[in-house]
């Protein structure tokens, strides 16, 4: 009774258009049009993230591995690339899925967690859209975590430059 109970909650949350496109009335020009603005963006966004791989790369030979400790521009790259993969925004085959678990958590209680089979990630969507970051709270926060996990390794490794290089999918 209390999962249909939430489950209603969710579709009355959706058909209330939290987020969601209810509009199925799209003509072939507009999806089209759409999908095509869509691959546009990708476009722009790939060749910035091929751009960014580019930076650990040059790095790499730039500093040989002799070199001891880690610079500022190692930090600052940190910083840019959370904030590239913190704050995407529909990017990614990832997007969807995440979003809508996040929604599945924001139309539930606290006290449903046992619902879900990941309670730390139900409390970081739980927290993030209790403070209003809707989905982009939830992405900063796990590309926080993931990218300080990554950074800190490389930075005892004898090139951290080439293990970020070597980490960055393509």
């Given at each position: 009774?209390r999962l249909?109970?939430i489950?209603?909650q969710?579709?009355?949350n ?8 209810a ?6 020009h ?5 999908l095509?603005?869509v691959?546009?963006?990708f ?5 910035i993230y091929?751009?960014l791989?580019?930076?650990p790369?040059l790095?790499?030979f730039?500093y040989?591995?002799?070199?001891k400790?880690?610079?500022?521009g ?5 910083l840019?690339?959370?904030?590239f993969?913190?704050l ?7 997007w ?17 967690m ?8 139900f ?7 209790y403070?209003?970051?809707e989905?982009?709270?939830v ?9 300080f ?5 490389a ?7 080439m293990?970020?290089?070597?980490v960055?999918?393509?």
């Amino acid at each position: 009774r209390r999962l249909l109970n939430i489950v209603e909650q969710r579709h009355s949350n959706i058909s209330r258009g939290r987020k969601v496109c209810a509009d199925t009335t799209l003509t072939m020009h507009n999806w089209r049009a759409e999908l095509r603005d869509v691959h546009e963006v990708f476009g722009i966004y790939m060749l910035i993230y091929f751009l960014l791989l580019l930076v650990p790369l040059l790095a790499f030979f730039a500093y040989p591995p002799d070199a001891k400790g880690v610079s500022v521009g190692f930090w600052l790259f940190f910083l840019v690339l959370l904030v590239f993969t913190g704050l995407r925004d529909e990017i990614g085959p990832d997007w969807i899925p995440y979003q809508y678990i996040f929604w599945d958590v924001a139309t539930v209680n606290l006290e449903d967690m046992a619902m879900f089979s990941e309670p730390g990630f139900f409390l970081l969507n739980y927290f993030s859209d209790y403070m209003g970051w809707e989905i982009y709270g939830v992405m900063f926060i796990c590309a926080l975590i993931f990218l300080f996990g990554v950074f800190s390794y490389a930075a005892t490794t004898a090139n951290p430059w080439m293990a970020i290089a070597v980490v960055t999918p393509y």
